[in-house]
């Protein structure tokens, strides 16, 4: 069965840093790309970053680039995220997403349950 | 950047069936996703590549695309359908590729 775990989530005020972690469990983690999807309360999804299998490509939103950075340890069989200079519209819950299909069509098909990120003073 | 146009909402009474629409440029040419997100849960594929279901989705759920519009078609839709839906598409021509539509929030009456 494919686990997606985040943890890293909380509090911080804006400027500051957090570091997501995602743990991934019953697949072949190291074959697959990965993302991070974030929603703000009550909005819809939004794509932040992608990361090849074996962490030599990134890509990233706009609104995120250069403040974020994916990053992934195959031994560990985990999915990180480095957000610095948060700002108050970071707030979201930040999901840790399987991708699936080919490298021209992608698409998500295990999501973990999401950990959320509130930046405020 | 590729935009992804979804109404907000739609109604349907139980037993009858709804369509949602994800519009965009060309969308025909693109490959779709969907996926269905209820209260305080994460999303869940229930449409790729336009029209595939993955395992465990009931065929009730199906997809079609053409021109510049994209549908999800929920027959026989019950009250557990209750929930926002999302398209998806992936503009590998991009440089942040992953693009989402607005959602969608399906009402059953």
């Known amino acids: 069965e494919v686990q997606l775990v985040e943890s890293g989530g909380g509090l911080v005020q804006p400027g500051g840093s957090l570091r997501l972690s995602c743990a991934a469990s019953?697949?072949?983690?190291?074959?697959?790309?990965m993302h991070w999807v974030r929603q703000a309360p009550g909005k819809g999804l939004v794509w932040v970053s992608r990361?090849?299998?074996?962490?030599?490509?990134?890509s990233y939103a706009d609104s995120v680039k250069g403040r974020f950075t994916i990053s992934r340890d195959n031994a560990k069989n985990t999915l990180y995220l480095q957000m610095n200079s948060l700002r108050a519209e970071d707030t979201a819950v930040y999901y840790c997403v399987k991708s699936a299909g080919r490298t021209t069509v992608v698409y998500f098909d295990y999501w973990g349950q999401g950990t959320l990120v509130t930046v405020s003073s | 950047s590729y935009v992804l146009t979804q109404p907000p909402s739609v109604s349907v009474a139980p037993g009858q069936t709804a369509r949602i629409t994800c519009g965009g440029n060309?969308?025909?040419?693109?490959?779709v996703h969907w996926y269905q997100q209820k209260p305080g849960q994460a999303p869940v594929l229930v449409v790729y590549d336009d029209s595939d279901r993955p395992s465990g989705i009931p065929e009730r759920f199906s997809g079609s695309n053409s021109g510049n519009t994209a549908t999800l078609t929920i027959s026989r839709v019950e009250a557990g359908d209750e929930a926002d839906y999302y398209c998806q598409v992936w503009d590998s021509s991009s440089d942040h590729p992953g693009v989402f539509g607005g959602g969608t929030k399906l009402t059953v009456l």
């Open positions: 019953g697949f072949t983690f190291s074959s697959y790309w």
């Open positions: 060309n969308i025909g040419s693109k490959s």
């Open positions: 990361i090849n299998s074996d962490g030599s490509s990134t």
